[in-house]
DNA sequence: ATTCTAACA
DNA sequence: TGTTAGAA
C-alpha cells in the first residue's frame, strides 16, 4: 500500500506559508524535481518532506546552494556520515558569522553609548545649544561696531 | 479559480 | 523573491 498522496503547488505553499512562486524558484536552483502532469507540478510526500527540510535551512541562514549541497541534488543518502560531517562544518561556519555579528553590534552599540554621553554632557554645560551661542557672539560682535 | 512561463522593478 | 502579463 504505497502512498500515493499528492499535493499542488498552491497547497503545499499553503501549508508552508510561503508563495508558489518561493516554490518554483527553488525549484530553478536544483533543490526540487516535482513531477510534472503536462505542465503542472505535482508534489509528492517526499517533496513535501524535502521543501520542509530546504526552510529549515532558511531558518538557520543558510544559503540555498548550502541546503542543496547538504540534501544532495537526489534524495536517498541524507543521513550519510558524509552529509552529517558536512552539515557539521556548515552549521560551525553559521555559527562564526553569527558571533562576528554580534561582536560588530556590540562594537557600534559602544560607540552609541559614547556619543550619547558626550551629547548629554554638552547639553548639562550649555542647555541653551548652539542658537545661544551664536546669539552671544554675535552680540560681542556688535559691540565691537 | 489555479497554475505556468517569462521578464523586469 | 515579488510582481505581473498573457495563455492554458
Redesign the pocket.
Known sequence: MIDETTY????L?REFG?????I???EDEGLLAPVRAG???IYNKRHRTRLGLILRG?RLGLS?AEIGELLGMYDGLRDSAPQLRRLLVVLAERRRALEQQREDIAAVLGEIDILERQCAEQLAENPEGAAAAHAALAARLGEGA
Open positions: 499542488t503547488i498552491g497547497d505553499a510561503i508563495t508558489p512562486r518561493a518554483r524558484f527553488y505542465r503542472n507540478r532558511k540555498l
